[in-house]
């Protein structure tokens, strides 16, 4: 690891539904302030892993360590508590439809803090700003475009200064052009507000940009964590398979 | 001789198939039994918990309350009319036409209006709440609430259940109004029934007791029929698609639950 503290440590989680078996014996560990990103084809457990990482679902067997304390015994309330420290970005943004943006931004700081309106709709603004958008604020969810609900939706996430984010597939689905915008959101998020944060994705060049660290799911379980330059040196079949369809065979 | 009574490999006999599927659907009433109190312990505790989302709350009184005054009214007061046209039928056979009046209340009081306000409820409301859980499960804003760290069970689910348990009664008395109102409109202004002979019959045979079974019996069923549609909802998964079966199963399963609960409530109060 890089000698900062480690914010999230997963070990040996084994995840099952029915007779499939998703989570084989996870192992991963995210410093602070870094950006991690888990790779992987589709259905190899990404999302089951990030959701155990926040608490959603509860493993098998393992463990799931949140600045050192385990979450996966934990009941409701406490589990409340950690997840105060996260922001979550949702593959498909996960807005609240029957609100506007202002309301949806504004969620999180209503729910857990006292602000009055104005501090609100100042922070509200500033988050807004940060990822670039400006003069939505009464728009709904349905009037608004993919790329622009995933900013908004990141916006909400951050909102309340996390320490975490965590982002399930922020690229999917969205035009070249505004692929990068999102990257550029996730660097801006790291640099500006120095979160430490986990991008769920499949996306090889997103995750090269981005990325601290990338760690490859494959048969439920981490077969590679390691900077993005160590990362194209791998020698794991899966590992090399997949990054020469975006690099080439050489 | 054995392959003949076997039949072909992979192949089952109608019987077989028949049992397997009634033990399928018993099994998964059994499942949606088990989770529905499930659910409703969870509902019960938290409710108990702060922040007590009263805005939330009045909300949902407004919609399942308010805004199912016109439908219950109207329900309501043709149930009391069709009720006296076809009862004053039976008993001018042997000059009881007097005892109309009480025979209508009674049987809106009791029984007709806290099962009828129900389906109402179920088909308004409970069809809406399904359908909007549904969605919101289906694109993951129940799961960003959780990452929010915001109980969706408070958050969503409690009103929803109180509304259903606090506006089924308040519904059942509208509908005792309009019942009554329609037995007396048929009753005195269409048959010719004297005003006094229809009042104090009704008054000599129908007592508080009955009017508070109703309300009793509507209490149980709203909370019930708001709670199988917060369960359909919450629990949907598969698209679109997904949540048109769990809003279908939500509307069959509480219909059904308040006739089989009507039942066990009859007996309590009469057994």
């Known amino acids: ?250 | 001789m054995t392959s003949e009574v076997q039949g072909p490999p992979g192949r089952r006999s109608p019987a077989a198939a028949a049992v397997e599927w009634v033990g399928e659907r018993v099994l998964e009433a059994g499942r949606a039994f088990v989770g529905v109190l499930a659910l409703g312990g969870s509902v019960g505790r938290w409710a108990i918990r702060p922040p007590f989302r009263v805005e939330s709350l009045f909300a949902q009184f407004d919609f399942v309350g308010v805004g199912s005054v016109v439908i219950v009214a109207l329900t309501g007061l043709f149930t009391g009319m069709v009720f006296a046209t076809q009862s004053w039928s039976a008993f001018e056979r042997f000059g009881a036409e007097s005892l109309v009046g009480p025979t209508v209340a009674i049987t809106i009081t009791r029984e007709l209006a806290p099962v009828l306000s129900a389906l109402m409820i179920t088909m308004r409301a409970g069809s809406a709440t399904c359908t909007e859980l549904g969605t919101m499960r289906v694109t993951e804003q129940v799961d960003a609430l959780e990452t929010m760290a915001v109980s969706p069970v408070q958050y969503l689910l409690v009103p929803r259940v109180l509304a259903g348990m606090f506006m089924g009664p308040l519904l059942a008395m509208l509908f005792d109004t309009a019942g009554v109102f329609g037995g007396f409109t048929i009753a005195v202004l269409v048959k010719g029934l004297s005003v006094g002979t229809f009042v104090l019959r009704t008054q000599d045979i129908v007592g508080p007791d009955d009017v508070v079974e109703g309300l009793v019996k509507a209490a149980v069923f709203g909370l019930v029929v708001m709670l199988i549609a917060c369960y359909r909802g919450y629990y949907a998964s598969g698209g679109a698609k997904g949540v048109g079966q769990a809003t279908t199963r939500a509307m069959v399963s509480s219909a059904v639950a308040v006739f089989i609960l009507d039942y066990f409530l009859g007996l309590f109060f009469h057994g």
């Open chain 1, 1 to 250: 690891m890089t000698g900062r503290r480690s914010m999230i440590e997963v070990r040996g989680l084994v995840r099952s539904f029915g007779e499939h078996q998703v989570l084989t014996g996870v192992d991963l560990e995210v410093a602070e302030g870094t950006t991690s990103v888990i790779l992987g084809g589709s259905g190899s457990g990404k999302t089951v892993l990030i959701k155990h990482v926040i608490g959603l679902l509860k493993p098998d067997r393992g463990e799931v360590l949140i600045e050192g304390e385990d979450i996966v015994p934990l009941g409701d309330r406490e589990l409340e508590r950690v997840r105060r420290k996260f922001g979550m970005v949702f593959q498909g943004s996960a807005l609240f439809d029957s609100m506007s943006v202002y309301e949806n931004v504004a969620f999180p700081l209503r729910e857990h803090t006292r602000l009055t309106e104005a501090e609100i709709r100042q922070r509200v603004a500033e988050k807004l700003a940060l990822v670039d958008l400006h003069g939505i604020e009464e728009k709904y969810p349905a009037d608004l475009s993919g790329g622009m609900r995933k900013r908004v939706g990141l916006a909400r996430a951050i909102v309340r200064d996390p320490k975490i984010v965590l982002y399930d597939e922020p690229t999917t689905g969205l035009d070249p052009i505004t692929t990068d915008y999102v990257d550029d959101m996730i660097l801006t998020a790291k640099k500006k507000l120095g979160v430490t944060s986990v991008v769920i994705s499949h996306d090889v060049a997103s995750a090269f940009k981005v990325a601290d660290r990338i760690a490859f799911l494959s048969d439920g379980k981490i077969v590679e964590h390691a900077p993005p330059a160590e990362l194209r040196r791998s020698t794991h079949p899966v590992v090399q398979r997949f990054l020469s369809t975006w690099f080439g065979k050489n």
